[in-house]
């Protein structure tokens, strides 16, 4: 007897200890996924056009299906561009997520009625000269997307969006791992470049790669940041690496500033 209520209170004692820490342990959340669209345009009317249909029809669809998050963009040089260009980020928490979002515009009558000027536009009056979508997954050091905390005028602000292509697939994956288990998104933390989200390319038409957006209150602040970052001794240690080096084989920069209607 003695025996066994020595085993029932190691028993409870062993089971309170499991329940404590269960309890006290903080859950990682889930890596999200994103959907960066890009719409291409020739003209201020197709800018125009593609604007009033975002604003107007597609992000109020998008937050009726759910998706509360949607960050709309045009590059920051968009009256003088050539290519002049508007972004689309959404933010899914799971594949199936993504998936339904588009079962649920098609369902959406009110998206079809208020977009039918541009989602009915002729072959010969379109509203945009081409259209590429970039499916991402977060990357485990930041899983979750964050909205930057300014108070100045949406116009004068600047993200940052930057695309990194490795030169092989392992090459890749060592840059990928640069910025997890290497730290460097705690760089940009520390020294207060606001993070949008860094994620994995799952599917483009630049493979492979990875992405990331930064954010900053204007643009003499975006400066003022990379001098810092540049000028950091823990990412001149990094980046003086030997396993680090090489893994960038071509490194894009697109300034954007967001809409007067981006939810970011």
Do not use: C
Not at 16 to 41: E, G, N
Not at 67 to 80: C, L, R, S, Y
Not at 131 to 156: D, W
Not at 226 to 231: A, M, P, R
Request: proline share 5%; no cysteine; net charge positive.
């Amino acid at each position: 007897m003695k025996i066994l209520k020595f085993s029932l209170t190691l028993f409870i004692f062993v089971l309170s200890l499991t329940i404590s820490s269960l309890a006290s342990t903080k859950k990682i959340p889930s890596r999200q996924f994103y959907q960066l669209v890009v719409y291409h345009l020739k003209s201020k009317e197709q800018v125009e056009r593609t604007n009033q249909y975002l604003r107007d029809a597609y992000l109020p669809a998008v937050h009726r299906a759910g998706i509360k998050t949607a960050g709309v963009f045009k590059n920051e040089n968009i009256d003088t561009a050539t290519d002049k260009k508007i972004y689309v980020l959404l933010t899914f928490v799971s594949l199936n997520q993504f998936q339904q979002l588009t079962q649920s515009l098609n369902k959406d009558h009110e998206l079809a009625a208020k977009g039918s000027s541009f989602l009915n536009a002729a072959f010969d009056h379109a509203p945009f000269t081409r259209k590429e979508t970039i499916l991402m997954e977060a990357f485990p050091a930041m899983p979750v997307l964050k909205k930057p905390g300014f108070t100045n005028p949406q116009s004068h602000r600047i993200y940052e969006l930057r695309s990194y292509e490795g030169p092989t697939e392992n090459l890749y994956r060592n840059k990928v791992h640069m910025f997890n288990e290497g730290k460097e998104t705690d760089i940009f933390k520390r020294i207060g470049s606001q993070a949008v989200f860094y994620a994995e390319v799952l599917a483009g038409s630049r493979m492979p790669n990875l992405m990331y957006m930064t954010s900053y209150s204007d643009m003499k602040s975006r400066e003022d940041h990379w001098k810092t970052f540049g000028n950091d001794p823990e990412w001149k240690r990094l980046s003086g690496l030997p396993e680090y080096q090489h893994n960038v084989s071509k490194a894009d920069i697109d300034f954007l500033t967001p809409t007067d209607y981006s939810d970011l």
